[in-house]
């Protein structure tokens, strides 16, 4: 006969496993990005379709999941869109750091953004676009960017190890996305060392054709960079002089906004 604490233990094993099974369904089902069948998110998913038409019908009963009638179609509702707010207003460096997007925006008049890590990938969780400037930069908060191809995630490998390099490597490789993008490791390590000398990052048209970004670090007390702000505008209208400009004033904000984090101002004893 099993102990109390053993039956415990397996109960307690059970629940995290179906834990691990809803999530993994929500997951799974904002890659399929299409309202879809029991058995074709079954199978994407790689569970019974019984298993599956049990959580399907608690995430309908929650509001978290839709079937069209017509269909019989699953789909995610904009409920997740609630909780996704809610988790951008409660992040911790929200309210104290975007304030400086919106000044840095507001003296360039271009697209500014405030990006963390999760992950080994990059979220953007606050953009603000210049007066009159459209760029993509608008669809951006919540997306999901690389680390090797941006200004931002540039800057965040500052924070890696050689074996964190590698793992990241392991887990996404270094995919092309331009011309310009770095797809080597030692080439990446190279442009590592000269970002930490330099104090800012580029994205030379390396993430999108055409676009280029200038990345600053925000970092806390230990020197950690635990966020970076960037300015995006297209190349015709960033040019050698105008970069410079960009560079100096986002290193300030880049002092102001770490000091914010804990980080002591260069040169303070």
Known sequence: MRTK???QTSEGIKKNQSLRKAIQILEGMTK????ARLQDIAQSL???QSTLLRFLNTYIDFGYVGQDPNTSCYYLTLKLMELGVRAKENFPFQNSLEKYIKQVSGHFHESASLCVEHNMQMVYIATEEGPGRMLRTLQRIGHIAPMHATGVGKLHLLNYSEEQL?????KYGLPKYTEHTITSLDALKREITLIRQQGYAMDDEECEDGVRCIAVPIQDYSGLVVAAISLSAPVTRLDKDKINEI???LKEISIGA???MGREPPGKC
Do not use: G, V
């Open 5 to 7: 604490a053993a039956k």
């Open 32 to 35: 399929i990005n299409t309202p």
């Open 46 to 48: 790689d569970m019974p």
């Open 166 to 170: 590698l793992e990241m490597e392991r």
């Open 247 to 249: 560079i100096r004033y």
């Open 258 to 260: 770490s000091k914010e």
